[in-house]
C-alpha cells in the first residue's frame, strides 16, 4: 500500500517568508510525527498528534512553527517568518494506534527539504 | 529529561569485520527503536527492543536491551558495503507516551 507521502520534496524561500509543508500519512494510522532533521544530524522532536487527542507540542523550538491535523489524516506544519536556522529536512512519520510495540512503529515520509536563503 | 547518545558517531570499517554500535539512554524507558537512513533517504525502521534482555537479529545485524544499564547494542557480524548507512536508536520519552527522542546517529561507511 501507499506509504507516507510528503510534500513538496524541496522548498527554498526567502527569510521572513512563511510555508507550509503537508504530511498525508498512511490510512489507519492515527499517530503522526514531525520531526527536524538538520544537515548531519540526528532528528528532533517536534509534535505528534494521536486521534483526537491534544496533540504534544513539547517539541516545537518557536512560536513561529504550528502545525495542524485534520482528523486522522493530512498533517500541515507550517513556519512563520522563517529564519535561516530553519533550513532543514522535515520528516514526517505516522504509526498505528498506540498500545505498545510494535505496533507504534512509526513509518517514515521521504521528507521535506527546506532552503531559508 | 531524557537523552540519548550513540557512539561511535562515525564508524568505518573494512567487510568482512565485525564491530558494534552502541546507544546509552539517561532515564527509563519501554521501548528502544533502531532505524536505518540511507544518504538522501528517509528512515527504516530495523529493530523493537521491549525487555530486558531483549535480542532481535535479521541478517547480519544484532540488536540487545539491557534496560537496567540503559544501553542497547547494534552489532554488526562480517559486514558487506550494503550496510552502509547511518543508524539511529530511539528512545520512548517515559513509559507510556509516544514522543521519541532519537540518537545522534551512526554513520557507518563498509569499505570494500
Known amino acids: 500500500g501507499a506509504g507516507v507521502s510528503q510534500s513538496p520534496s524541496n522548498k527554498v524561500t526567502e527569510k521572513g517568508k512563511d510555508v507550509e509543508l503537508r504530511c498525508d500519512p498512511i490510512s489507519g494510522h492515527t499517530a503522526l510525527y514531525w520531526y527536524r532533521q538538520r544537515l548531519g544530524q540526528g532528528l528532533e522532536f517536534l509534535i505528534y498528534?494521536?486521534?483526537?487527542?491534544?496533540?504534544?507540542k513539547s517539541g516545537l523550538p518557536s512560536d513561529r512553527f504550528s502545525a495542524e491535523r485534520t482528523g486522522e489524516s493530512v498533517s500541515t506544519l507550517t513556519i512563520q517568518r522563517t529564519q535561516q536556522e530553519d533550513s532543514a529536512v522535515y520528516l514526517c512519520?505516522?504509526?498505528?494506534?498506540?498500545?505498545?510495540?510494535?505496533?507504534?512503529?512509526?513509518?517514515f515520509g521521504p521528507g521535506t527539504r527546506l532552503t531559508v536563503l | 529529561e531524557l537523552k540519548v547518545e550513540q557512539n561511535p558517531l562515525f564508524l568505518s570499517m573494512q567487510e568482512g569485520k565485525n564491530y558494534t554500535i552502541y546507544c546509552n539512554y539517561s532515564?527509563?524507558?519501554?521501548?528502544l527503536y533502531w532505524y536505518r537512513q540511507d544518504p538522501g533517504k528517509s528512515l527504516e525502521s530495523l529493530f523493537v527492543l521491549l525487555s530486558n534482555g531483549a535480542v532481535k537479529q535479521e541478517g547480519r545485524l544484532m540488536a540487545s536491551l539491557d534496560t537496567k544499564a540503559r544501553l542497547s547494542t547494534l552489532h554488526i557480524t562480517a559486514a558487506v558495503h550494503d550496510l552502509s548507512a547511518t543508524y539511529f536508536c530511539?528512545?520512548?520519552?517515559?513509559?507510556?507516551?509516544?514522543?521519541?527522542?532519537f540518537g545522534t546517529g551512526t554513520r557507518l561507511k563498509v569499505l570494500a
Open positions: 530511539a528512545v520512548a520519552a517515559t513509559s507510556g507516551t509516544y514522543k521519541y527522542i
Open positions: 532515564t527509563t524507558s519501554d521501548r
Open positions: 512519520a505516522s504509526s498505528l494506534p498506540p498500545g505498545g510495540a510494535p505496533r507504534d512503529t512509526q513509518y
Open positions: 498528534f494521536q486521534g483526537n487527542s491534544a496533540p504534544d
